[in-house]
């Protein structure tokens, strides 16, 4: 099979004057100089902030399939803004074998290219850094919501059984005797009853 070289270029907007063609060209160049003739051009006009964009999705899907050698790009930042994002589609090539170039950093990714491999070392290091950062952050947000007395998770229903729990509790049973009757774990019963005797 007649692999092809896959050339993605991306602009922000589609209506605010800016075009793609600076990178095609500069693109375009390096395949030739390079005797790359066998070449796709995959174009989005959109924020690269976007995760799912649909030129970028068409060429993972190729790559999946065995179609792409190789891509081509002039920036890293045209591939992807997010380093996360970015971090996620360099494993992508990385599993796949698929080296990734750009034409202005000199970058190349090819299992050949010390340096390359060095510099995708280091960005998705960078990336799992900050993916825990991430994650920290998170939780010390979810612990001080719950300092400041936000509740998560669904709403509690055990008042809907307050006056089953009572009504038993009035005849004499015991809480794990109410759990039994009421197929309720111990625990709720003896919330409900907790509650009872401070209100």
Known sequence: MNKKTAIYVRVST????????????????????????????????????????????????????GLVERVVIFKLCRLGRSLTHLSLLLNEFKSLHIPLISTSQG???SDSNPCGQLIMGVLMCVSDWERQNLLERCAAG????????????????????????ME???????????????????ASVYKILKKEEKT
């Open 14 to 65: 589609v209506n605010g004057g800016q075009v793609t063609d600076s990178q095609l060209d500069e693109c375009t160049a390096f395949c030739k100089m390079k005797g790359w003739d066998n070449t796709e051009i995959f174009e989005d006009k959109c924020t690269g902030t976007r995760q799912s964009r649909p030129a970028l999705d068409n060429l993972v899907k190729q790559m999946r399939q």
């Open 107 to 109: 970058l190349d990714t």
């Open 142 to 165: 979810i612990k001080s919501a719950k300092n400041r007395g936000v509740v998560f998770g669904r709403p509690k229903k055990l008042h809907m059984r307050r006056d089953e729990v």
């Open 168 to 186: 038993l509790k009035a005849k004499g049973f015991g809480i794990r005797a109410i759990g039994r009757e009421l197929n309720m774990a111990p």
